[in-house]
């Protein structure tokens, strides 16, 4: 079955620390996506990526980045300088166009400890 | 800085009744989508609108489009306890599609 595969589901990482996130699609998207959600909250754009080896930022990118090494794989990674990283991260691919709009994964809960 | 407004962000029904989510963008788009998130769980499609005067409709829910008053809706009829969940609308600006902005969702719950 195609779809798209976020890991791990729950992940705490200490003050200071690069976490990195992993979204693998086999849906031969092309463009993959990355955003956050807080309790209560809408979703916000984090990176997108609409090729391989090109990325552009979204309205919240500072603290995070992002390769796209592979068509099938765009990691996240939310590194120390992020302060309140906390927070649902969900990675979405969608085909070129957006006409059928995103398929998201599962997420990823992300906890500072 | 474009908006997406969704109203009510809360909603409490009883089973068998309609009502209608509405959703506000203040960009130029004729791309609107609907989700549905799942306490603790991603987000599934459930409607694409792509022109104006679209109208989707899929069991008890029914979407609609007007890309002149830049308005969305969602319409719920006869309610049932398995809709509760937090639906969201997300709007892709004509100036670049690739980029979905999404409300706050409204979270539905629908009493027995």
Request: glycine letters at 8%; one cysteine or more; aromatic letters at 12%.
């Given at each position: 079955d195609g779809g798209i595969t976020q890991s791990p589901k729950y992940l705490f990482r200490k003050e200071g620390q690069n976490v990195t996130l992993s979204c693998e699609q086999n849906?031969?998207?092309?463009a993959m996506y990355w955003y956050r959600q807080d309790p209560g909250q809408g979703l916000r754009l984090i990176y997108y990526s609409q090729i391989v080896n090109d990325f552009q930022k979204g309205d919240?990118?500072?603290?995070y980045s992002v390769s796209r090494e592979k068509k099938e794989s765009f990691p996240l990674t939310v590194t120390s300088?992020?302060?309140?990283?906390?927070a649902f991260y969900l990675c979405a691919s969608s085909i070129a166009g957006q006409i059928y709009g995103y398929t998201f994964g599962s997420g990823t809960r992300l906890t500072v400890v | 800085e474009l908006k997406v407004e969704q109203n009510p962000l809360f909603l409490s029904m009883q089973e068998g009744k309609n009502y209608t989510i509405y959703c506000n963008y203040s960009t130029t788009s004729d791309r609107l989508y609907w989700y549905r998130q799942d306490p603790g769980k991603s987000l599934e499609s459930l409607f694409v609108l792509l022109s104006n005067g679209a109208v989707k409709q899929e069991g008890r829910l029914m979407a609609s489009l007007d890309t002149k008053a830049r308005l969305s809706t969602l319409h719920i009829t006869a309610?049932?306890?398995?809709?509760?969940a937090t639906y969201f609308c997300a709007v892709a600006p004509r100036?670049?599609?690739n980029k979905f902005y999404f409300g706050s969702g409204t979270k539905l719950n629908v009493k027995p």
């Amino acid at each position: 079955d195609g779809g798209i595969t976020q890991s791990p589901k729950y992940l705490f990482r200490k003050e200071g620390q690069n976490v990195t996130l992993s979204c693998e699609q086999n849906l031969n998207h092309d463009a993959m996506y990355w955003y956050r959600q807080d309790p209560g909250q809408g979703l916000r754009l984090i990176y997108y990526s609409q090729i391989v080896n090109d990325f552009q930022k979204g309205d919240i990118a500072e603290g995070y980045s992002v390769s796209r090494e592979k068509k099938e794989s765009f990691p996240l990674t939310v590194t120390s300088a992020q302060k309140n990283p906390t927070a649902f991260y969900l990675c979405a691919s969608s085909i070129a166009g957006q006409i059928y709009g995103y398929t998201f994964g599962s997420g990823t809960r992300l906890t500072v400890v | 800085e474009l908006k997406v407004e969704q109203n009510p962000l809360f909603l409490s029904m009883q089973e068998g009744k309609n009502y209608t989510i509405y959703c506000n963008y203040s960009t130029t788009s004729d791309r609107l989508y609907w989700y549905r998130q799942d306490p603790g769980k991603s987000l599934e499609s459930l409607f694409v609108l792509l022109s104006n005067g679209a109208v989707k409709q899929e069991g008890r829910l029914m979407a609609s489009l007007d890309t002149k008053a830049r308005l969305s809706t969602l319409h719920i009829t006869a309610a049932v306890h398995d809709l509760s969940a937090t639906y969201f609308c997300a709007v892709a600006p004509r100036d670049n599609f690739n980029k979905f902005y999404f409300g706050s969702g409204t979270k539905l719950n629908v009493k027995p």
